[in-house]
């Protein structure tokens, strides 16, 4: 969930708060991304005429071709990943699914609208906006992580929670994710289940965590990416 521009806030008005960084100088760190994140960013990115990328057989593989070379250019720069995959949503959540739900509803409307208008910019804006990361595309990069040797993890519920915890558990250096809070805080907020989701997060133990980072499997890799998934 998150607040909204709060990244934006902080930079307008504690500009000290922040530490730019080169990529390059977290060599030989792990690092926890947040998996879910990244693949609504690469589905919403990686396009093609106003469309998601798909194979011949019309399989999406925007988020295989962003999760693909993301990862392997922080492999370049020496950077360890570990992915971190989004598990049941807490209940205290179920409220802004809905409006999610509701808002692709509108989405899926305005672009058949624009479609029928023949409006191609009214058209990849709205369809931008009905991006859903399904579980279909979170076992592709599963499968696709497992082929190049970086190691995933299912957090019980919220990826970013988890991500949290393997760092102050010491199993990795820092977090990757761009997630913030997004509301304000209303007068009937649930502050006792708020301050427990946060205190207590329903996260994995350390020692039910074994990251191990392997060679990747070459032909396994061309099989599943090119035989399967068409990419040339």
């Known amino acids: 969930m998150g607040i909204h521009n709060l990244a934006k806030l902080i930079a307008d008005q504690a500009p000290a708060a922040i530490k730019e960084g080169e990529m390059a ?39 295989l071709m962003g999760m693909f070379y993301r990862t392997i250019r922080m492999i370049e720069n020496g950077i360890k990943p570990v992915y971190v995959f989004d598990g049941k949503p807490p209940q205290m959540k179920s409220k802004e699914l809905e409006k999610r739900l509701e808002r692709r509803t509108e989405a899926e409307a305005e672009m058949t609208k624009a479609a029928d208008a023949g409006d191609e910019e009214a058209f990849d804006k709205f369809s931008r906006r009905t991006v859903k990361v399904t579980k279909e595309h979170n076992e592709d990069c599963k499968r696709l992580l497992k082929l190049m040797g970086v190691p995933y993890v299912d957090a019980p519920t919220e990826a970013e929670a988890q991500c949290a915890a393997l760092v102050k558990q010491g199993k990795v250096y820092g977090v990757g994710t761009e997630d913030m809070d997004k509301y304000g805080v209303p007068d009937e907020w649930a502050y ?41």
């Open 25 to 63: 100088n977290y060599f030989g760190r792990k690092i926890a991304i947040d998996a879910s994140m990244s693949i609504y960013q690469f589905l919403i990115a990686v396009r093609q005429n106003g469309e998601t990328l798909t194979n011949e057989s019309g399989e999406t593989t925007s988020h």
């Open 192 to 232: 006792e289940q708020a301050r427990h989701l946060f205190k207590e997060p329903d996260v994995l133990p350390a020692d039910a965590t074994d990251l191990k980072w392997t060679e990747p499997d070459e032909p396994a890799l061309v099989q599943y990416m090119v035989t399967e998934k068409g990419f040339s």
